[in-house]
């Protein structure tokens, strides 16, 4: 599918399915956060299996506790004129960046950020922060950053959601998610999607940043076998993620083997052409 040839050819026939876009809340104003994901049916921390549907069936006490479209309407109309809540009158913008591990998407984030306005964030660097901060599930992650493998989608996605709604902003870079099916399951239609880069770039070339960047980063992962580990993860779980937004006519693929500065010029050009206003970050 993607014409340049790449070491990284997805599973042959892998089919990913349409994500369900389930609309839950949408406005920061009327639930109390910016829950632009589906936390439905995702799987537990340890990685079992989702709820089953039973825990979904309204039942009759649930049914009368659900507000009637009257009370929505009028809850809809109190949030938006109270001064204090925060006003969110249109959908966030999001990017979703990817591409391999040491493709250059956190390079080219931050001169996103500092052009274009936008708020960077990394869904593998909210799970360092969570290892950090010794939370119950820091060990679990971090053992699962070491063998390369995905973090139960639950994890992450209440990281992504809890850093969406405590930035106050509305355009966002997501980098490193959705990182597979899971991931991308989970994503809510209350954001605009304007698109995903892509950077690609060839196994051997990551190989060699990641080694480099290895003898200062400090990362569990950086090493030889973590690295073959993620390069595996990759191309099973992600690159199918990556060639689904490309058949939808989402994905803009960056040749990222090439300076700094070259690949930065061509992200400009697709910020450009996306017709998404360049604003500085100060004045969001
Ligand atoms: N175009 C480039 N040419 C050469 N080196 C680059 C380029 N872009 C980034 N690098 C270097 O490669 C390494 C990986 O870059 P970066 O951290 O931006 O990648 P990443 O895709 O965010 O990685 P990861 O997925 O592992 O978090 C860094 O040391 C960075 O300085
Ligand atoms: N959606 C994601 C993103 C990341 N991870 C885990 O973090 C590791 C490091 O991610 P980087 O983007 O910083 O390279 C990655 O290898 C995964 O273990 C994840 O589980 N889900």
């Known amino acids: 599918m993607w014409g340049r040839s790449s070491q990284f050819e997805g599973a042959e026939g892998n089919n990913i399915s349409k994500p369900r876009l389930v609309f839950e809340r949408i406005q920061a104003n009327m639930g109390g956060g910016l829950s632009v994901f589906r936390k439905k049916n995702t799987a537990a921390a340890d990685g079992s299996e989702p709820a089953s549907a039973k825990e979904e069936k309204p039942t009759e006490e649930s049914r009368q506790s659900q507000p009637s479209r009257e009370e929505e309407k009028e809850e809809m109309v109190q949030s938006l004129s109270n001064p204090v809540t925060p006003r969110v009158t249109e959908q966030p913008i999001v990017v979703f960046v990817l591409g391999g591990p040491g493709a250059g998407k956190g390079t080219q984030c931050a001169k996103i ?20 901060s ?4 820091g060990e679990m992650i971090a053992n699962m950053i ?4 995905i973090v139960p989608s639950e994890v992450t996605v209440d990281l992504l959601d809890k850093a969406m709604t405590k930035s106050g902003r509305s355009r966002f870079l997501i980098d490193g998610f959705p990182r597979d099916e899971r991931n991308n399951q989970n994503w809510e ?11 690609e770039v060839p196994e051997s070339v990551l190989e ?6 290895g003898e200062s980063s400090g990362r569990s992962d950086d090493n030889i076998e973590s690295i073959k580990k ?8 992600s690159l199918p993620i990556i060639q689904y937004y490309d058949a939808k006519g989402k994905a803009v ?12 010029a061509e992200v400009q050009e697709q910020f450009a052409k996306s017709n998404i206003p360049p604003t500085p970050r100060n004045n969001q």
């Open 134 to 137: 010794g939370s119950e599930n």
């Open 113 to 132: 950020v500092e052009h274009f306005g936008f708020e960077h964030l990394s869904a593998g660097d909210l799970l360092r922060a969570e290892i950090k």
């Open 189 to 199: 239609d209350a954001t605009h999607l304007a698109f995903v880069l892509f950077f």
């Open 208 to 213: 060699e940043r990641l080694l480099k960047r």
């Open 253 to 264: 693929k960056i040749n990222g083997d090439r300076p700094v500065e070259e690949v930065w």
């Open 230 to 237: 993620r390069f595996h993860t990759y191309k099973e779980s």
């Open 146 to 149: 070491k063998e390369g493998r």
